[in-house]
Structures are given as C-alpha cells and as structure tokens.
C-alpha cells in the first residue's frame, strides 16, 4: 500500500503548487484595472431552462457546489483506503489522526467566537476550521525525505478527516431549510447504490447517474451538495472482485498456450482473451481505479480553477474589518495547531490512541502549525458564511494565516531536522 500512498502525496505535492499559482494570479487579476470583468466572469449565470423552470447558478457556484463534490469524493476514497487497506487500518493509529482533527476544529472555532462574540461576523465560525491538504503537503515536499513517512501519513489522514467535519459543518451550520422529502429522496439514491453494488453490478456509468440523482436531491434537500461526494466516497468498496489467485489462474490458462497457437473455431482463445481483460480490470480495486482516474483531475483542474474563482480579493484598505481580519488569523494561526498537539496527547495519555514510535512530540507540534493552511475549505465556507462586507475581510484573514503558518511550520520543521540526511 505504500506505492499509491507515495502516488498520493506526489499529486498533492504538485497540486499545490498548481493551486499557489492560481491563486496568486487570481489575487493580481482581481487588483489591475482588468479585475472588475475577471470578477464578473465568476457571477456570469449558467443553467437549463424549460418554460417557468430556471436551474442554474452562477458559474462560481457551480465550481463550489459542483466540481467541490469530485474533491470531496477523491478525499473520502483516499481516507477508506488507507482505514481499510493502509496504515490507518489501526483503529488507535487511526484515532490519533481523528482527535487531532477534532482539536484544530473545536479549539479555532473556540477562539474565532471568543474574539467575535456579539459582532455580525460571529456566524463565519467555521471558516477556521479547515485545513488544506494540497498546499500543506506541498510544504511538506519541500523538507524531502528529512521529514518522516508517519508525519505526512498522520497530517494527510488529519486533513482528510478535518474536510469531512468542515462538509459537515457546511451541510448543518450553513444549509438552509431542509426539504425532508428531497433527503428522503437522497436516501433512497444512496441506498439504491449500495444495492447494486451488493448485486455485483461494475458498470461506472451506472453509479454516475445514481451520483447525479443523488447531487441533485441533497441540492434540492437544503444541505450543501457537496456532502454527496463524502457519502458516495465512503460506500465505495476497497476490495477488488477478482482475487489474486483467481487472475492468476486466469492469466496462467492464457500463458499455457503455445506461441502462435490460435483460436481453432470454437472460442475459447477469445473467450480466454476476454476472461483475462475483465479478470486484470477488476483486479483492482474500486476506489483504486476511481481514484487513480479522478485524482489527477481533481488536482490539477478543479483545484486551480477553483483558486481563481475564489482567490480574487480587491483590496481596499477602508473595507476591511481588522477585528474579523484578526480573528481568522488567531483561529488558523494559534488555534489550529494548539488544537492538534493538544488533542492528540490526549488521545495517546488516555490511552485511545497510539502514537508511531518515529514521530516524536517535537515533530508532530511543528508539522501541526502547518494545519494553519486553511486555504481552500476557508475560501468555500467564507463564501457561504459572510456577506459582501465581510467577505473581503474574511479572504484577506485567510491568505494572510496561510502564508504565517506555512513560513512557521517550514522554518521549525527545517530547524528540528536540519541533521538529518536529505
């Protein structure tokens, strides 16, 4: 398991610095005299409409409600693996991970809500509470080998099981009126797809129309969308169909044949061939192959689009608000590792979790200030938390506690592994 593992981190190393890119240029784009028709391009109004009926959205909201579900969908396959078939497999190892998570939410929200209690930007609480995978193990690269294994293992699974809270948060804290019959409906789609699957059924186009179905009933529902991706992600199954002793017999029937020996009439080289194309296809597993097909995609399409619909801050110092402006940065920059280190002893002196004998105390406080990277989480539910007064401010908090806790956790990271060998 480590090869796709070591072919995860490399696509998210790359993938951030695709997306650092992105959004600077969104940043530049957003104050020449050009920034007013790039912001606009976002607003522009995209949708089907039949008589009275109007669906659509702005072009924005459909890379945030839309593409994001593909993001969340290849981060909850990347987390089912690795808990069913990798490290994370462990339940305590996997519980270090998890109550490091919920310490850098609870603990940023905390301080967020102290610094902005009574004021109307106390609603955007869970802006602070997302960390973003790409950019943080872009740093991570950065270090090479001198930064260990079980650190990137424990803040990639951290970053994963954070994005899945802060969906979470979107679909409870930030939905609107929730229409019960289009969850119901939603419900059903889900099942529907654990049924087919429980029937054998492989076909992918089959599970994308179900997906569809089930996007647009939890669209209609009220809860943010995007919390399809998470559900789909997870019942997708991490066993192959085909055991290895199966292909192997397989592929043995088809390398018994002499060379040049053909099909004489009655099929069965053809039906051999065949066998053996299926057989080495389902070999692998589902989220394997769906990740291994949608990652690359994921990292290097939606991602950087994303950064430039979202990234895009004209900066006009009389409008911003320093006090929401401040608050972000305490809750990513203070809060966020605080809640880590702290969570995660906890978790380890209660004895609900292990830790790997390789990743001291020391590391793993430095390489939690990374955590602070709140980038693209923070952008997607600053959209959705904060109006257009706040909202600017609320970006400028977020940028500026990236780039703060990025600088903080490279240079003490540098500094703790400076002797070992690169």
């Not at 912001?39 to 409409?49: D, E, F, P, S």
């Not at 769906?290 to 895009?312: D, K, Y």
């Not at 801050?313 to 305490?330: C, E, K, N, W």
Request: a positive charge; one cysteine or more; glycine letters at 12%.
């Amino acid at each position: 398991m480590t090869k796709p593992f070591m072919r995860f981190l490399r696509i998210e190393a790359l993938a951030g610095g695709a997306l650092l890119f992105c959004a600077a240029l969104a940043l530049i784009l957003s104050n020449t005299t050009a920034g007013a028709r790039f912001m606009a391009v976002w607003q522009l109004h995209v949708g089907i409409r039949l008589g009275d009926i109007d669906y659509g959205r702005t072009v924005k909201q459909w890379i945030n409600d839309g593409l994001m579900t593909l993001f969340f969908f290849t981060g909850a396959l990347e987390l089912k693996r690795e808990m069913v078939l990798g490290d994370l497999s462990s339940p305590r190892l996997a519980t270090l991970s998890l109550a490091g998570a919920l310490g850098g939410m609870v603990v940023p929200a905390g301080l967020f809500l102290a610094l902005e209690h009574g004021a109307t930007g106390a609603q955007g609480w869970g802006t602070v509470m997302a960390t973003d995978t790409a950019l943080m193990i872009g740093c991570l690269a950065l270090l090479g080998s001198r930064i260990p294994l079980t650190l990137r293992l424990f803040l990639l699974s951290l970053a994963i099981f954070d994005d899945i809270g802060a969906i979470l948060v979107v679909a409870i804290g930030y939905g609107e009126t929730v229409n019960w019959l289009a969850l119901g409906l939603a419900g059903l789609g889900l099942a529907a797809v654990s049924m087919i699957a429980w029937l054998g059924i492989r076909g992918i186009p089959v599970y994308c129309a179900l997906g569809v179905g089930v996007w647009l009933a939890v669209d209609a529902s009220g809860i943010h969308p995007t919390l399809t991706g998470v559900a789909l992600g997870l019942m997708t199954p991490a066993r192959s169909w085909v055991s290895d002793r199966r292909l192997h017999a397989i592929l043995k029937r088809i390398t018994a044949r002499p060379p040049g020996d053909h099909d004489t009439g009655d099929g069965t080289s053809t039906q051999d061939l065949q066998r053996a194309v299926v057989a080495t296809r389902e070999a692998q597993s589902p989220i394997e192959r769906l990740e291994m097909l949608l990652h690359p995609w994921v990292a290097f399409a939606i991602m950087p689009l994303f950064a430039l619909a979202n990234a895009g801050l004209p900066i006009f110092p009389d409008r911003v608000s320093g006090t929401m402006t401040l608050a972000i940065l305490v809750g990513f920059v203070v809060g966020k590792p605080l809640g880590v280190t702290v969570f995660s002893a906890l978790a380890v002196a209660a004895r609900l979790a292990i830790r790997p004998p390789d990743l001291s105390w020391a590391i793993l406080a430095a390489g939690s200030l990374l955590t602070g990277i709140g980038f693209t989480m923070a952008l997607l539910i600053a959209e959705l938390a904060f109006g257009p007064d706040l909202l600017n401010s609320a970006k400028l908090g977020i940028l500026g506690a990236s780039i703060l806790s990025a600088t903080n956790g490279l240079l003490v990271l540098w500094w703790l592994t400076r002797h070992r060998r690169t």
